[in-house]
């Protein structure tokens, strides 16, 4: 079938691919309609890798994915041919430890779309188990429904900030999960968001989603200071640090208040400096998310009620035949985008 292959580093192809998959009971077949590109995807086609996952043989990219359903087995009971379905990318393996846990996104064995040696999804057709595919409303896309990946990261981080009606959060970072983040800390409770980043393009669609969402640009006001005469000198409630830049380090702890939260949601290599008599003298505690745990259903729920608009942040769309195209436009890194759609 025809798919976007990531040959090697900076070398991507539309070509077709050979794959055989086979159609379990509990499996769906499923049309791909539309597939978001993310960071990471951007990160292999640049690099060649992220960390350990190495790129050695040719991939197919894309994790953030809505399709319609074109085949089930014959145990699937809750999913109907023609449904619109989006997709959890990342399956694991239902014996292991973490599962038992109720951990299973820090599942070792986990197979993820896009992440090597596994293929992604941006190709005609996939194969995928009913359990993680969620049937969109109707109204809503199939491009809408390949935003519920980045967005559950979003609901994820706002699950572990255990948001409370009326807090005060921070997002630092006003990239794609920067507003997964404000718009589901908004949809969770939040009276009141504060956003940061050093790019006004970022501040401002977010700033224009709604007005309790708070632009602060780091590259003119100095961020302790800002919100600190903002919240009358105590602190917002819950932090995200959505930026993945060390050099916010250890600084924004200062913007927490007493008791608050702080959700580690940026990653870096690294290491980071962390002021540990601050943190306890403040009673702060800190959360860490790694990608979500039942999200997606969440996700689509806060779509369909209104009290999230999904649609504004699908920046700029191509069509398949233009993927490459959409790849390069993606790695350019306009500030103004946020989410590059590629749809089927
Ligand atoms: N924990 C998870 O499961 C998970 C999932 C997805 C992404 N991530 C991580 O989240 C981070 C953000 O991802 P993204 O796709 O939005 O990336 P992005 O590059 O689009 O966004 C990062 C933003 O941070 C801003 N920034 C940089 N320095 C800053 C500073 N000093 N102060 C304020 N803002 C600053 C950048 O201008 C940019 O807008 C990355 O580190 C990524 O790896 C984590
Ligand atoms: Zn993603």
């Avoid at 023609?82 to 239902?94: F, S």
């Avoid at 820090?106 to 005609?124: Q, S, Y």
């Avoid at 800390?185 to 956003?195: D, E, M, N, R």
């Avoid at 903002?230 to 008791?259: L, M």
Wanted: proline share 5%.
């Amino acid at each position: 079938m025809k798919a976007l292959v990531l040959e090697e580093k900076k070398k991507l192809s539309l070509r077709d691919f050979p794959i055989a998959e086979t159609l379990g009971p509990y499996d769906v077949k499923i049309q791909i309609k539309a597939c978001g590109i993310c960071g990471s995807d951007v990160h292999y086609y640049l690099e060649g890798a992220i960390g350990d996952f190495i790129v050695r043989d040719p991939m197919i990219l894309g994790h953030e994915a809505a399709g319609i359903i074109i085949e089930k087995g014959e145990q699937v009971t809750d999913l109907a041919l023609g449904d619109l379905v989006c997709m959890e990318p990342g399956i694991p393996n239902r014996r292991s430890h973490e599962v038992m846990e109720g951990m299973y996104n820090i599942d070792p064995e986990v197979v993820f779309w896009a992440t090597p040696p596994i293929h992604g999804c941006l190709r005609e057709t996939v194969v995928h188990p009913a359990q993680f595919c969620f049937k969109l409303p109707k109204g809503m896309s199939a491009a809408e429904g390949a935003m519920m990946e980045p967005l559950a990261i979003g609901i994820e981080a706002a699950k572990k900030a255990a948001l409370k009606p009326g807090d005060t959060a921070l997002v630092v970072g006003c990239g794609t999960i920067g507003v997964m983040c404000a718009i589901s800390a908004l949809a969770g409770g939040a009276a009141k968001v504060f956003i940061s980043d050093v790019k006004q393009e970022k501040l401002a669609i977010a700033g224009a989603y709604d007005k309790n969402i708070i632009p602060v640009n780091t590259a003119k006001t100095d961020l302790v200071e800002f919100i600190t005469k903002e919240t009358g000198g105590k602190g917002c409630n819950v932090i995200f640090e959505a930026s993945g830049n060390p050099r916010v380090y250890p600084d924004f702890f200062r913007c927490a208040k007493k008791g608050g939260k702080v959700v580690l949601v940026g990653m870096m290599n690294g290491t980071v400096p962390i002021d540990v008599a601050f943190l306890q003298g403040r009673g702060l505690s800190i959360e860490t998310i790694f990608r979500y745990i039942n999200c997606f259903d969440r996700a689509v729920a806060l779509v369909n009620s209104g009290k999230i608009e999904i649609k504004r942040f699908i920046s700029k769309t191509f069509p398949f035949e233009e993927a490459i195209a959409a790849y390069e436009y993606a790695a350019a890194g306009h500030p103004e985008v946020v989410k590059v759609m590629i749809e089927l």
